[in-house]
C-alpha cells in the first residue's frame, strides 16, 4: 500500500511564481490535511478538509489555497511564492476528522520547497 | 490559543542509554499522541492514549498521559541507533476540535 503519496519531494520557486502542491492517499480516508514543518516550530495546520466538498481553514492559512479534487487527492496552491513559504510540507489524512480516537494521522514523506 | 512545550529540544545520547522526553500544556487535552519523524520522512504514530493516568508501552517506548490531562511523557530505554529522529507529541482537544503539536525533540544517538 502506498498510503499518503506526494509530488513533487523537492522543489526551488523563485519569488512570486506559484506551484501546485500535490497530495493523494488510498486508504479511503475521509479527511485530510496540509501541515508545515519549520524547525522550532513543529507541524503547524495550514488548510484541512474533514470530508469531500468541504475545506477550512488551520492556523496557518494565509498565502495558501487547497482543493479536494475528490475522496483521494488533496492539492496546495502556492499563488505568489514568498522566502517566508521555505518549509517542508506534509500532507496527511485519516478516516475522520481531528486525528483524535481510533483516527490517527497518517503523513506522507513531505515536500521540501525552496523560495529564494 | 492552545500550546504545546515540549522539552528538550534536542538529546545526543549514547548507544543503550535510557531517553526521556515530555511535553506540557496549560490547556486540557482528551487524546495524547507521540509520533516519530525519522529523516527525510514524514510523521508515523508510535503511541495513543485516551486516559487520564494511563501508561501505554510499545517495545522499548512507553508514555504516559498525566493525571491532570495537561502534560504526557515517552521514554525509551536502552537506545539504539535507528531511535535517531525528531520525536512530536500531539494533545487533541475535544473541546476545540483541534489537534496541535508540539515543537519536536531531535534525538541523536551515538554508537
Known amino acids: 500500500n502506498a498510503g499518503v503519496t506526494q509530488t513533487p519531494k523537492f522543489q526551488v520557486l523563485k519569488t512570486g511564481q506559484s506551484m501546485t502542491l500535490q497530495c493523494a492517499q488510498d486508504m479511503n480516508h475521509n479527511s485530510m490535511y496540509w501541515y508545515r514543518q519549520d524547525p522550532g516550530m513543529g507541524l503547524r495546520l495550514i488548510y484541512y478538509s474533514a470530508s469531500e466538498g468541504t475545506t477550512d481553514k488551520g492556523e496557518v492559512p494565509n498565502g495558501y489555497n487547497v482543493s479536494r479534487l475528490n475522496k483521494r487527492e488533496f492539492s496546495l496552491r502556492l499563488e505568489s511564492a514568498a522566502p517566508s513559504q521555505t518549509s517542508v510540507y506534509f500532507c496527511?489524512?485519516?478516516?475522520?476528522?481531528?486525528?483524535?480516537?481510533?483516527?490517527?494521522?497518517?503523513f506522507g514523506n513531505g515536500t521540501r520547497l525552496t523560495v529564494t | 490559543g492552545q500550546q504545546l512545550n515540549q522539552s528538550p529540544q534536542s538529546m545526543f545520547i549514547q548507544e543503550g542509554e535510557d531517553v526521556s522526553m515530555n511535553c506540557t500544556s496549560s490547556s486540557i487535552f482528551n487524546t495524547w499522541l507521540w509520533y516519530k519523524q525519522d529523516p527525510g520522512e514524514g510523521p508515523v504514530l508510535l503511541i495513543a492514549l485516551y486516559k487520564a493516568g494511563e501508561l501505554t508501552s510499545n517495545g522499548r517506548l512507553t508514555a504516559q498521559f498525566g493525571i491532570t490531562r495537561k502534560d504526557s511523557f515517552l521514554n525509551i530505554s536502552a537506545s539504539i541507533p535507528s531511535d535517531v529522529g525528531i520525536y512530536f507529541c500531539?494533545?487533541?482537544?475535544?473541546?476545540?476540535?483541534?489537534?496541535?503539536f508540539g515543537q519536536g525533540t531531535t534525538l541523536q544517538v551515538k554508537p
Open positions: 496527511a489524512s485519516s478516516e475522520t476528522v481531528s486525528g483524535s480516537y481510533n483516527s490517527p494521522l497518517h
Open positions: 500531539a494533545g487533541f482537544s475535544s473541546n476545540t476540535g483541534k489537534l496541535i
